[in-house]
């Protein structure tokens, strides 16, 4: 209650000053129990000379003072930051980074433009103002003309290959794959190429395979073909010329190199073929289908559109004869990726070959001859058939009417543990061989053993088989009984080399048929067998 006798024993200017007292701490009070309520709505002002601040921050748990000086006002202009609403902030300039302390006494760099409602994350730590710079424009911007790499190479095994990105127009009216720049850009590089002509086929010089012509172009040549069609996903250009037909080049030369350059797309990718080869599509359209969402394109009869792309490989990765090499430390493509891609696309169970252990066997190893008709023929194949049999394996032979049937085939190698037979395309097969297998080359006279190592030996570690070859001798040769023992055909097969390789094909590779000596090749087999222990 109001008490007059205590009231009268103040003057009434004392009486003021406790009432105002009295006020500032209601006040106080008020603010204590306002913030101790709304923790995340803290008012915050800014008041200085020249500069008005008022921030409203959800996430800021500290206030932040700016002191009435803000000095340096001519290296700078105005920054107003309005209140926050939905964590976006109106400023006048941007910078890396502002760093707004309890004085500000420079803002020393010079504004480069204007951000409006620019989402921004601001952090109040240690009574600072952090402006993240993944929103900024950088005070200083050079501007450089970026210079254009060549659009083709040749790969170190000489086969043609190009990589484009951009304004990308196919006319196979023309067998042209134009890339379209600004004609500022080009002439800024007159130094640079601007037309190659290519076979999108590894080896090069080869018959059957279509020329085409890779050009950059100004986007003010008129002889520039309009877009037809613009495709959002990237496109591969390849043949189906040269050597298809023959099972080693069908994988060799685009199976595995098409793969190579295509895979990392993950199906994301369009299929050019020149070349076109209806039957050749049908054979290996089971894996076709696996690396590719579209339906592959017969490039060459698309003459009355133009199909365009932003990204483009002319050719495709080539090194060597089934080998898959990585350009750079980034890519991770091997042929063992490309063998369980074999395994998934024909439904392969096995991955892993038989394991032996020693004393009695409860499973026989399968061991699969391939038998050749044409050229190179095993003569005496029913006698080396008996000869592993005897030491334990099961015998199959490959035989040209089964292989036409490539899923069904490929399952029957897929079942085996060892695979022989004459040097030739039907080793090609060891692809669908489980890892830990081996393969047993027969190696024909002529000198070519540099073309075996290269074709089989070479490729057999990265496919994770084991590689064993058996040479034959002059006797094992039916050249032996064709020639005279001092014949240079017997005695110095590299003359014939230095003649060119149509003469080495005539001689040593289509006429020439072998007959192992049994007893020999028992030993090749043993060894076979103790690899598979391990």
């Not at 196979?172 to 850009?185: D, Q």
């Not at 590719?292 to 394109?297: D, F, G, N």
């Not at 004869?321 to 369980?340: A, G, H």
């Not at 570690?461 to 034959?472: A, D, F, P, Q, T």
Request: proline share 4%; net charge positive.
């Amino acid at each position: 209650m109001y008490d007059p006798i205590f009231s009268k024993s103040f003057s009434r200017y004392e009486r003021r000053k406790f009432g105002c007292c009295a006020l500032i701490l209601s006040s106080v009070i008020a603010l204590c129990i306002f913030s101790t309520s709304k923790p995340n709505m803290h008012p915050l002002s800014l008041i200085g000379d020249t500069v008005n601040l008022k921030l409203s921050i959800d996430t800021v748990e500290d206030m932040l003072v700016i002191d009435d000086e803000i000095s340096d006002r001519d290296n700078s202009k105005l920054i107003t930051v309005d209140s926050v609403t939905n964590r976006s902030i109106s400023i006048s300039a941007t910078q890396k980074m502002f760093v707004v302390n309890e004085t500000i006494n420079t803002i020393s760099q010079s504004i480069v433009g204007s951000v409006a409602n620019q989402p921004m994350s601001i952090s109040a730590t240690q009574g600072k103002l952090v402006v993240n710079e993944t929103n900024t424009i950088s005070p200083e911007i050079e501007i450089q003309t970026k210079e254009i790499e060549p659009l083709c190479r040749i790969l170190e095994a000489n086969a043609d290959y190009c990589e484009m990105e951009g304004d990308i127009r196919v006319d196979a009216n023309s067998s042209t794959v134009y890339l379209v720049k600004r004609s500022s850009i080009i002439e800024s590089q007159p130094s640079i190429a601007t037309s190659w002509i290519i076979q999108p086929y590894p080896r090069k010089g080869i018959l059957y395979v279509k020329n085409w012509t890779v050009t950059l172009a100004s986007n003010d040549d008129k002889r520039v073909p309009e877009c037809s069609i613009t495709h959002n996903h990237p496109a591969v250009l390849f043949s189906i010329g040269g050597y298809s037909g023959n099972h080693f080049h069908d994988f060799a030369d685009i199976l595995v190199p098409l793969f190579s350059t295509s895979f990392h797309f993950k199906k994301q990718v369009h299929f050019l073929a020149s070349d076109y080869k209806p039957w050749w599509h049908s054979k290996f359209r089971p894996l076709l289908d696996k690396l590719t969402s579209h339906e592959l394109v017969d490039i060459d009869r698309e003459k009355q559109v133009v199909n365009c792309y932003n990204k483009m490989t002319a050719g495709v990765k080539f090194y060597s004869e089934l080998v898959i090499k990585n350009s750079s430390s980034s890519s991770t493509i091997t042929m063992q990726n490309f063998r369980q891609f074999l395994r998934k696309t024909y439904s392969l169970e096995r991955t892993k070959s038989i394991k032996r252990k020693k004393g009695p066997q409860t499973t026989r190893p399968r061991l699969m001859i391939v038998s050749r008709k044409g050229t190179r023929i095993l003569t005496n194949e029913a006698e080396i058939t008996r000869v592993a049999k005897k030491l334990g394996y099961e015998v199959v032979l490959a035989e040209p009417e089964i292989s036409a049937n490539l899923t069904a085939f490929a399952q029957i190698v897929n079942s085996c543990d060892v695979l022989m037979g004459v040097h030739g395309a039907g080793l090609t097969n060891m692809v669908f061989l489980p890892d830990n297998a081996i393969l047993i080359q027969v190696v024909p006279l002529g000198g070519i053993d540099g073309f075996a190592k290269l074709d089989f030996g070479n490729p057999a570690s990265g496919m994770n088989i084991r590689y064993v070859e058996y040479k034959i001798k002059i006797e094992e040769s039916s050249l032996f009984r064709q020639y005279p023992i001092d014949h240079p055909v017997l005695r110095d097969p590299l003359s014939f080399h230095r003649n060119g390789w149509g003469q080495l094909r005539s001689i040593y590779l289509d006429n020439q048929n072998v007959t192992i000596d049994a007893r020999r090749f028992r030993g090749t087999l043993v060894k076979a067998l103790k690899l598979l222990q391990h």
